[in-house]
């Protein structure tokens, strides 16, 4: 009797066609080939690459295992976009008459068909250390105890299963091969701000690389296409938080990011054309004077003197002074929002209780003599 | 007329006035009436967010509380880097009590009016790409755009995140190839209007942002457009102002005019060229101009 997946008891079966770029990296051969199948109406994208498999093309290379979205082994692309293909319901689709493009994930080499080549990708997860440094070798004779609350901090980093969709689409790495990525940040970020680990400093200057934090361009495909809400683009701005916090402010990027802050507290606005220097160092600014002058001819140069100053600027300024009291800086100012931006995603029509959780991300960890 | 509370950016206010002054000449057409902000700093454009979050979410918070002051009930951007910093905040303050309370307190005690969260952050794209204000422009867009082929530059921070911004599907976005349409021009479509410009890392990581870059600026002027149009400053001035590096490394001779949000619709609309102040832009667009016959 051949593997079939039966339609579960009251459903129907649907029509379902995909598009997938088949692919060999030994013949370089490359084909868009189309499957129609026949499927249960609660398919996945996954269900479906196995009816293929099993019924049409036993050639078809795909990765699998868990089905359930823990393993993070079946990343790929549907229309561009990279998802996770045990994740990604079949029916709105199939019933639209679209007919996906189904594709390996970007960024990385293409072994076969949908099966990438993950090898840089765990070389960059290695390269951030991904394992805990406590600083102590011998089991302890009590437990240490970790609150809630401090694993709060890392809590949306730690659920990452390293399935590369945001790797995928990351813009700066199709620019620059060696960017670290958002994968990889966001397990730096992982031990970073874990209270267990010993080594923050040490991990940060690590981090603070010229392909490290300051590489990431903002694109925010990273959150748009992570499947577990990582959401890698605030783990790399923690780290970039953390950095400033610890004076580790070496890199172009950092400088560029204080100036900002700078400028906010000083004249409110940004002070557009002192930036370039104060980021880049005088000598690299003077290298940049043909190009500035040509700006300059069109107005893109504004005169840094008189300063543009926002009215009651001194609010702002004031304003800085008293966050700075009150301690919440590093990644402490971006984990007090995640409480906040979940319920965007957690709403009451998914069924989850609109009232307060006991855990409250962004409370401040107590101190371990409290 | 829609009252709205106008929050103009530190870019409008500098190295592109010219959108502020075409945004303020094309605002009444569109039914908007613009409430300036006077008393507003930076956003952060997520440099602060990425330096010092918690001065972040203040600094936002104020420009907000501002706003809320005028009355209006929504905060009028023209950049993207604004628009998700500001909604980003905006989220944070209004979802949750604690966070608002503290950082309200905060306000209050340097003198700045209390927020409590009844602000809507909404781009000059989403108020004309649908609703009055789209059919406003419609009516205003008389001297039309000649089926000038326009390639749309979306941006990131306009789409992404999309649980943030929210108004249109991030990887099949509409609302620009609709404003184009509505405007008399023929929108050109290609892979990268969706993706990053570079930008905020032109400075610290030149080589990086210029491979990002070219993208777009390469598959526009391959696709035959005859300009291109995007709804931020920043994607604005590097796909305007670095063009220029992007032959010296290329040796490609790219002169694609980029044109602001409220430019292209204010050409449609016949603003001036004293409103529109095309000569601050590096690129020529004079070729756009001799076109459209202007």
Known sequence: MSHQLAPAPGSTTIEVSLKIWRYDADTGEKELKRYDVEAPDWVTLLDVLDIIKDRQDGTLAYRKSCRMMICGSCGMRMDGAAVLACKTRMWDIAQSGHVPVISPMGNLPVIKDLVVDMGPFWNKIRAVKPWLEPGYDEVAEKERIVSQQQMNVIQKEALCIMCGCCVSECNSMESDPEFLGPAALAKGMRFVGDVRDQTAVERLNDLNSEHGIWDCTRCYFCNERCPKGVDPRDAIAKLGAESVKQGIDHDMGAKHAKWFVHSAKTTGWLRETELVPKTQGIVSAIKQTKFALDLARHGKVPPPFPPHVADRVQESRALYNLVKEQGRDGALGIVQGEHALGRIEFTEEAGMKSSDPEIQPGVEPPHPEE | ?294
């Open chain 2, 1 to 294: 007329m829609k009252k709205v509370a106008y929050y103009k950016g530190c870019l409008a206010s500098l190295s592109a006035k010219e959108l502020d002054t075409s945004t303020q000449a094309l605002a009444p057409k569109v039914g908007l009436e613009l409430v300036e902000l006077e008393a507003v700093t930076c956003c952060g454009a997520g440099d602060i967010h990425e330096a010092e979050p918690d001065y972040y979410l203040h600094l936002n918070a104020r420009i907000l509380a501002y706003a809320e002051a005028t009355g209006a009930d929504t905060l009028l951007t023209i950049c993207n880097v604004c628009t998700l910093n500001l909604r980003q905040a905006n989220w944070q303050l209004k979802n949750d009590d604690a966070l608002r309370e503290r950082i309200s307190t905060n306000l209050q005690r340097v003198g700045v009016p209390p927020y409590s969260g009844g602000v809507e952050v909404r781009h000059l794209l989403w108020e004309i790409a649908e609703g009055d204000g789209y059919e406003l422009l419609k009516a205003a867009a008389h001297k039309g755009l000649k089926g000038l082929k326009v390639a749309p530059f979306y941006g990131c921070q306009i789409l992404r995140p999309s649980k943030i911004l929210g108004f249109e599907d991030p990887d099949r976005p509409w609302s620009l190839e609709r404003i184009i349409e509505a405007c008399g021009g023929e929108p050109i479509d290609y892979p990268a209007k969706i993706k990053c410009c570079g930008f905020p890392i032109i400075q610290a990581r030149e080589e990086t942002a210029l491979g990002e870059l070219i993208q777009p600026i390469e598959q526009a002027t391959e696709a035959g457009a005859d300009a291109m149009v995007t709804p931020c400053p920043l994607c604005h001035l590097s796909l305007d102002a670095w063009q220029s590096k992007l032959r010296a490394a290329t040796g490609k001779d790219f002169r694609m005019p980029i044109l602001h949000l409220s430019q292209l619709v204010g050409v449609a609309a016949g603003l001036e060229e004293s409103e529109l102040k095309f000569k601050r832009h590096v690129v020529s667009v004079k070729p756009v101009l001799e076109k459209l016959e202007v």
